[in-house]
């Protein structure tokens, strides 16, 4: 079992930047692939950004790309997104989410594909 919490969440202007952290604690013995999602009212969860195990690949979704960068520090078990650029339309809760499928390379960007989900962190953009 993996335990997720998120941290980083706030309230900005728009333009501005945040930085979520998500640490894992509990059975992180596999090389599991992360992922950023987020949910807006009324709006069903959508993918923002995936890594994998050793932090070679990556994924965006196309309305954060050249504004977000996913990383992870697998020695602290924790992962990261730099949110920069920031819109109103960015306001959302942001979830973090590891999967069980192992592999150094592996990510993924399908919702489904991911196994073990924190409790989220919400994420405000005033205009």
């Known amino acids: 079992q993996v335990h997720l919490v998120e941290s980083g969440g706030g309230l900005v202007q728009a333009g501005g930047s945040l930085r979520l952290s998500c640490a894992a604690s509990?059975?992180?013995?596999?090389?599991?692939?992360m992922g950023w999602f987020r949910q807006a009212p009324g709006k069903e969860r959508e993918f923002v950004a995936a890594?994998?195990?050793?932090?070679?690949?990556?994924a965006y979704a196309d309305a954060v790309k050249d504004r977000f960068t996913i990383s992870r520090d697998n020695v602290k078990s924790t992962m990261y997104l730099q949110m920069n650029s920031l819109k109103p339309e960015d306001t959302a809760i942001y979830y973090c989410a590891a999967t069980s499928q192992s592999g150094r390379s592996y990510y993924t960007a399908r919702i489904n594909d991911y196994d073990y989900w924190g409790q989220g962190t919400q994420v405000t953009v005033s205009s």
């Open positions: 890594v994998s195990w050793s932090g070679g690949n990556l």
């Open positions: 509990g059975r992180t013995s596999w090389s599991y692939a």
